[in-house]
């Protein structure tokens, strides 16, 4: 399956270069000449790894960053940098890039870098899931894709158990809608937030005494959801 590449780059000969140079590679390529317009397409979409240029028009990729990793969203990102950002190069790594390279660049490199990205965040989500475990009195069956209490037995979907799963992974943590979309949903590019609040709903009627007023699947405003066993 093709890697999902989002190139944020004004420079249009440079990002028509990179946009080709990687679709050559193998890649699923995705261009954005401004922040805005990566904006909108990062918290609709799915992308396995960002290509984010510093100076942009609109917000700038540092402000683009700062959202990305506000909103909890993990995809790696690799920055392009000029000569003389030495400053704005180190505050993009302290807010969470995960690596750059300098203007002007090696095509070679540059691809060999995103690799590694792609690589090292495809290895750090390998992580064991817990396919059995209680919530309340609910018992939840991953395995089994179904939730039990007592006698009453409630099917879970792939999606359903999938989004358990990872809110179990990070017990008392925000997981952010885009995280969700991202592991849950993968390549599916015409799935919205809207769509894991749906399922978010069907996890709290099928978990929760009181659906309306959960104990367990609790919502954190603006950026997603997380699980608590204790309430």
């Known amino acids: ?63 683009l960053l700062r959202e990305m990793r506000g909103e909890g969203m993990a995809t790696p990102v ?34 060999a870098r995103v690799r590694a990205l792609v690589r090292r965040a495809t290895t750090s989500n390998d992580q064991p899931t817990v396919e059995n475990f209680q919530v309340g009195e609910v018992t939840v069956d991953l395995e089994a894709y179904e939730v039990c209490q007592g006698d009453d037995v409630h099917k ?28 849950v949903w993968g ?10 609040d749906t399922h978010m709903l069907n996890l709290r009627q099928k978990l929760e005494l009181d659906h309306k007023n959960p104990r367990f699947l609790l919502t954190v405003h603006g950026v997603g959801y997380r699980m608590v066993l204790e309430p």
């Open 156 to 183: 879970l979907s792939k999606k359903e158990a999938a989004m358990l799963g990872l809110l179990h992974q990070n017990l008392g943590k925000a997981v952010s809608r885009e995280r969700f979309l991202n592991e």
């Open 78 to 111: 690799l920055l392009l940098t000029a000569r003389g950002q030495e400053t704005d190069k180190v505050l993009g790594l302290e807010l969470g890039a995960d690596d750059y390279v300098t203007k002007p660049f090696g095509i070679r490199e540059l691809v």
């Open 1 to 63: 399956m093709s890697q999902r590449l989002l190139i944020v780059e004004d420079d249009m000969a440079l990002r028509t270069g990179l946009s080709d140079s990687f679709a050559g590679e193998g890649f699923d390529v995705t261009v954005a000449e401004d922040g805005d317009a990566a904006h909108e397409l990062l918290f609709t979409r799915h992308f396995d790894v960002v290509l984010l240029d510093l100076m942009l028009p609109g917000r700038s990729g540092l402000e």
């Open 187 to 196: 390549t599916d590019q015409f799935v919205g937030t809207r769509t894991v």
